[in-house]
């Protein structure tokens, strides 16, 4: 009886020191996936507020603060009916590619709409960038003037993770 007793015991002991050593594991791993997710979300946020921290770190006053948005909501409104275009080109790009006859002439001609298309896309952000920057002090220029486009940082981004 003694020896069914103790035989019990031990099988307890060594069931619930397992599942305390499962237990801890599972911690460290929640705690690391969540070190990784804050982390991961910090840049991306970063990335996301684009225009909100460009704001912040020129220090503006609320009226240039105002003007920049006014500005930068001119420049969607104006480049959105060319990025939707643009988006249409793509599709229509796919669509020729992917059918049964590979018309070359028809899918150069697309490419070249979509080259001007981006073109004209990149001339608004230009314009704007000009605009944004006659509205700010000399001190505010050379910080503007610092901060790398939206692009070069997608750039970057990409070129990490093709490393990884």
Known sequence: MRRII???????LIGTLSVQAQKSDQQERRKVIKERIEKRDGQQGQMRRGPQTMLAKLDLNDDQKDQIKGIMLEGKQ?????ENQLREKRARLRTLSSGDTYDVAALNKVADEMGDL???????HIA?????????????????????????????????????
Not at 118 to 124: G, L, N, Y
């Open 6 to 12: 103790t035989t019990a015991f031990l099988l307890l």
């Open 78 to 82: 104006e480049s959105r009916p060319l």
């Open 118 to 124: 981006q073109a004209s896309i990149h001339k608004i």
């Open 128 to 164: 704007k960038k000009g605009e944004i920057r006659a509205l700010l002090n000399d001190e505010q220029k050379i910080k503007f003037d610092t901060m790398p486009d939206r692009a070069q940082k997608m750039k970057r981004q990409a070129l990490v993770r093709k490393r990884r």
